[in-house]
């Protein structure tokens, strides 16, 4: 099985860490790669009791022998990635073996300025953003005026790059948000600072991986954000900037797409999300206090509440589709131990119409309204469970139910945060 994507199914946070972490761990995997997104993600790893978070970097970094890369599609921000690596070291975690695309686009100051400026301009009507600059560094990109990591390298036209960057925004940062000028000099000193470090790290991402996967090394495309928050396939405008689904890992690593043979959506048993915009099955009563209580959730990234609801088959089958899914990974089970009855979310009602997929418009998926089949709980604890044949009975029936409703087989189920609190459903 040499090139498995892992991806979020739902909104976030679903427990991709853990699972790249896993399978990492128990099968042999060569290379962990990030493709898009930056230093918004937060993923937790929980290896004997000990809790690690990583950002930028892949959650490749604590299996010792395994390569971690981060390619093209990733916006990159020095600063986060020498302060992650530098944290990692001191907490004991080997010298990790780390390469960096010369294509990946950098975040430098300016973009966190201008994400956070916007965010206040923006209201009521903000996005609820990490505030990490990953917005405006895309954005950069995309309008052809963003700086490359190969840049570094070159004082004289990385100059040239970042004059022609900030001028724009600096009319803008005075004129409309009434804040200081970003000084083009400093920036230029900013980045460079990081160049000798950087330079021996950095590779033609691509060609690396293209080339093991010709040598039948498995390499392993760790997301971050999630299906929902992609910036086509998401609830738009209320996303991230990038593509997190499956698609986005082809352009994000420069690997195409007849080469991918697994792709794995990780999904929680409840549905949580960040942040502004709509969440048709979220709960604004004791339930939602109670999920949030027990399943702990708190951003990774920004400390922030998440909001909790329960599962929603109709994303999931959306995700199973817009990602060709293989196989779910269905995590937090745990959680819902503590309810006697569980609903579940067949479908959408919405002005009176049932949908049984995601509607064609944001405007219908404001207004859907959940419809739910309400499943028997088990209640009774069973994080010490080790193999899924002893899950009690309606335990097993919720995950199988899941399962025939969701579009693809569940391979593994979540008990816990720890990497032995899994459970294979299908080997
Ligand atoms: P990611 O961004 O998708 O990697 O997920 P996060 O790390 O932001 O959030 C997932 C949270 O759930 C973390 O605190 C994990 O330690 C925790 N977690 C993952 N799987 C399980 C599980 O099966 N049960 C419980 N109780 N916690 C889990
Ligand atoms: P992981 O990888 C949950 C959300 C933010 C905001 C929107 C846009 O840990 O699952 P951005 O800073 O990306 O421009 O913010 O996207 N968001 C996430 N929510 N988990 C994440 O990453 C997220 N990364 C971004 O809360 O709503
Ligand atoms: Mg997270």
Redesign the pocket.
Known sequence: MPAIVVL?AQ????G?GKATDLLATTDTIDYVVRTS?GH????TIVVGGERFATHLLPSGILTPGCTSVIANGVVVSPEALFGELDALVARGVPEPRLVVSANAHVIASYHSTIDRVTERFLGRNR??????G??PAYSDKINRVGIRVADLFDEGILRQKVEAAVDLKNHLLTKVYNRRAVDPASVVEELLSYADRLRPMVADTSLLLNRALDEGRTVLFEG???TM?DVDHGTYP????SNPVAGGVCTGAGVGPTRIDRVIGVIKAYTTR????PFPTELLDTDGERLWEIGGEV???TGRNRRCGWYDAVIARYATRVNGLTDFFLTKLDVLSHWERIPVCVAYEIGGVRHDEMPMTQTEFHHATPVYEYLEGWGEDISGVRSFADLPKNARRYVEALEAMSGARIWGVGVGPGREQTLVVHG
């Open positions: 979020g909104w976030g946070d679903e991709k997104g918004n993600a937060g993923h996005i609820g953003t990490t505030g990490r990953i917005g971050a954000q999630a928050l209320f996303v991230t900037s960040v942040g502004s915009g951003g990774v990234s």
